[in-house]
């Protein structure tokens, strides 16, 4: 018996996504976290077709940052590739901070990384800093020698400080469209000057929320395809139902909408998306076919940290309901 003329099988490699702050009740920046909830995270990720992450650690104190990624890194599971380290080299402003605790945004320094990659048995591969934070384009140089890519993020910088940061090494702007002051100028300002840099990959949260859809359909015409990527910014919110949830320090709050904001306030704080979602919301605010929109969240980002998805994912995808139906994963 065959299915639904809408529905149509497809298979494509896992799902890989480098920005993930908690996931089924799970925040990887707890301090109290365990390598048993971990890997609860981990699995519940796989139903969603996600085989590969980058656990992404938010501003916070040394100690806090340590304890939890003392545990992510002696998690002994392939799925996780690496940390994402976002912060602390933020812009301290309100609008470009976002949701990230203000007291705890610093200048950039190599000794503050270097204990903190310490702490995380060398795992940080990805560090999303602001340019225009003091000491930002040495730090963009030495992680960029040591091998670790570097993500333009929560920024207020100007064009040149801009400029200057891709020439120093920087490679991928952090969600896009956010992490950026709510009013800018027509132009120049961050979004375009990022858009435009062709050294740059792009992160989009493609949720509804972060971006509408028009802008989608607008940033991944100009960046091209191949230097899109798809991430969830996803929190422990993710898979669970509407409620209080923490990131760290940080209250969320969870709403019948989807939507995580700052607890009592309606700013945004990551989210609580899920990658396959992402992907079929995605082709429905682009028009581009799915075969397309997959890449960017699989062998996309994977090309970008130059390492490889991992196992295949089978799903059923719904062209007029725009849903993605995860069936299976295997190994």
Known sequence: MTGPASVTRVEFPGLFDLQINGFA??????????????????ETMRACGVTRVLPTLITSSLADFAASARVL??????????????????????????????????????????R??????????????????????????????????VA??????????????????????????NGC?????????????????????ASLIVDGHHLPPATVK??????GVDRTILVTDATAAAGRVPGRYRMGAVDCELGADGRVSLAGTPFLAGSSLTLDRAIATTVRFTGLPIETVIP????????????????????????????????????
């Not at 607008?218 to 960046?223: L, N």
């Open 218 to 223: 607008a940033m991944v015409r100009a960046k």
């Open 73 to 114: 890194a002696s998690v002994n599971d392939d799925a996780i590739a690496g940390i994402h380290m976002e912060g602390p080299y933020l812009s301290p402003d309100d609008g470009p901070r976002g949701a990230h605790p203000r007291e705890h945004v610093t200048a950039a320094s190599t000794d503050d990384f270097e």
């Open 181 to 201: 002051a709510a009013v800018l100028p027509r132009h120049p300002n961050v979004i375009w000057e990022q858009l435009a840099a062709d050294a740059l990959y």
């Open 116 to 149: 903190r990659q310490a702490a995380a048995l060398g795992r940080i591969v990805l560090v999303t800093l602001a340019p225009e934070v003091p000491g930002a384009l040495p730090l963009i140089e030495s992680l960029v020698a040591a091998g670790v890519r």
């Open 152 to 177: 333009i993020g929560h920024t207020a910088a100007s064009q040149q400080q801009l400029a200057d940061a891709v020439a120093a090494g920087a490679t991928l702007a952090t969600h896009l469209g």
């Open 25 to 42: 009740g799970v925040d990887f920046n707890a301090p109290d976290l365990t390598s048993d909830a971990v890997g609860v995270a981990l």
């Open 296 to 331: 960017m969240a699989s062998a996309i980002p994977a090309q970008y940290l130059g390492k490889t998805t991992a196992g295949t994912v089978t799903a059923d995808w719904d062209t007029e309901r725009f849903e993605l139906r995860i069936l299976n994963v295997t190994p």
